[in-house]
């Protein structure tokens, strides 16, 4: 079974400053998906970004960006320019190609941001 | 854009009563629907999942049933609750063939 493994229950940052975010994985396939989602205290799931495991291009979303090391089964978040915004509870999820109509998430325990003013 | 809609947003139940959460989906079709519980200072847990109308799969075996009445319209019961069945109950979204899900606001359950 895939599990999803967050290290970091909490992290703090400096507004202005970058902060990275682990995640690592563990499957056996070959295609699959991953995301980030973002929480913030009003507990609406955001998705911040994805990628998906053919593309060796790590994916880049304003200033989100993900390291993904397919052979690490590894899959951190680099927020540049954190903003109080960014405050929130983060996601890593994976979810594989199945080739079905089941695009079943596995979320990882999460990793609670704060940004420091 | 699709928007998920879910009702109630807050909700506090003796145990052994029943529950109805409901969740609407608008700005798509066919969409397969999901929910999951996230549980205090845990990931979310998939519950249930449906591919289309009255089609619904179980992921954990509990005292909560799910059913889909409309194409755009998932709901969750329970005929009698438990303690454990406190916590925050999302749905989500996806079209097949697209990757991302995306979530309602939630419905945050106390059973007392």
């Known amino acids: 079974a895939q599990t999803v493994t967050q290290s970091q229950p909490e992290m703090s940052v400096q507004e202005a400053e970058t902060v990275t975010l682990s995640c690592t994985y563990d499957?056996?396939?070959?295609?699959?998906?991953l995301f980030w989602y973002k929480q913030p205290p009003s507990r609406q799931m955001i998705l911040v970004i994805r990628q998906e495991a053919y593309k060796q291009q790590n994916a880049t979303e304003n200033r989100f960006s993900v390291n993904f090391q397919k052979a690490a089964k590894s899959f951190s978040l680099k927020i540049s320019d954190s903003q109080l915004g960014d405050a929130a509870m983060y996601f890593c999820?994976?979810?594989?190609?199945?080739?079905?109509?089941?695009?079943?998430?596995?979320f990882g325990k999460g990793t609670l941001l704060t940004v420091n003013p | 854009s699709q928007t998920i809609h879910q009702w109630p947003a807050t909700l506090v139940q003796p145990v052994g009563s029943p529950l109805s959460l409901e969740c609407t989906v608008e700005?798509?079709?066919?969409?397969?629907l999901y929910w999951y519980r996230q549980a205090a200072g845990r990931g979310l847990q998939l519950l249930f999942y449906?591919?289309?109308?009255?089609?619904i799969s179980s992921e954990v075996p509990q005292n909560l049933s799910a059913s889909r009445p409309q194409d755009r319209q998932f709901i969750l019961s329970s005929k009698k609750l438990l303690l454990s069945d406190s916590g925050f109950y999302l749905c989500?979204?996806?079209?097949?063939?697209?990757?991302?899900?995306?979530f309602g606001p939630g419905t945050r359950l106390t059973v007392t």
């Open positions: 989500a979204q996806d079209q097949g063939g697209t990757y991302e899900q995306y």
């Open positions: 449906s591919v289309g109308i009255g089609q």
């Open positions: 499957t056996s396939e070959s295609d699959y998906y």
């Open positions: 700005g798509t079709s066919n969409p397969n």
């Open positions: 999820a994976y979810r594989k190609n199945s080739g079905g109509s089941n695009y079943k998430l596995t």
